[in-house]
């Protein structure tokens, strides 16, 4: 009976310290997720044009750089929502709310940028989730 006893304490507490263990790993994996879309978001908007102030869009026939600098950001972006939004599950859809969905929304308000997405749009994102995400950023 002590034995049983014994047996039975041993595996619940085995099972306390799996689900400890199973959350720690999955904020550990968020935060990473975090961390690694924020890096790459530092690394690309080094390169991006001061487009704060510009008044008018980018054009595609102007600044090769300046425009593929621009396309990156928003792929980038694209990057953030569908990691965030399909590629894990519900508890990933926190750091979208969080943290990206109110910088991205933002950057729609710079005209500069606005203009290279929506071209982007219409000509390259063709499949079914850029088209989600297409209506999400548009509404």
Do not use: C
């Amino acid at each position: 009976m002590h034995v049983a006893l014994a047996a039975a304490l041993a595996a619940a507490l085995s099972a306390v310290i799996t689900w400890v263990s199973l959350l720690d790993s999955e904020r550990s994996s968020k935060a990473q997720t975090y961390l690694d879309l924020r890096d790459r978001y530092f690394e690309i908007s080094k390169q991006l044009p001061d487009y704060r102030n510009r008044t008018t869009p980018y054009d595609r026939q102007g600044n090769k750089n300046e425009w593929n600098s621009i396309k990156r950001y928003w792929y980038h972006s694209f990057d953030e929502w569908i990691v965030t939004q399909h590629f894990n599950n519900d508890d990933y859809k926190e750091l979208w709310d969080l943290y990206f969905k109110d910088a991205q929304l933002s950057v729609l308000d710079k005209i500069a940028l606005r203009g290279v997405l929506f071209e982007m749009l219409e000509k390259e994102f063709n499949e079914e989730k850029r088209k989600q995400y297409a209506n999400f950023i548009i509404h």
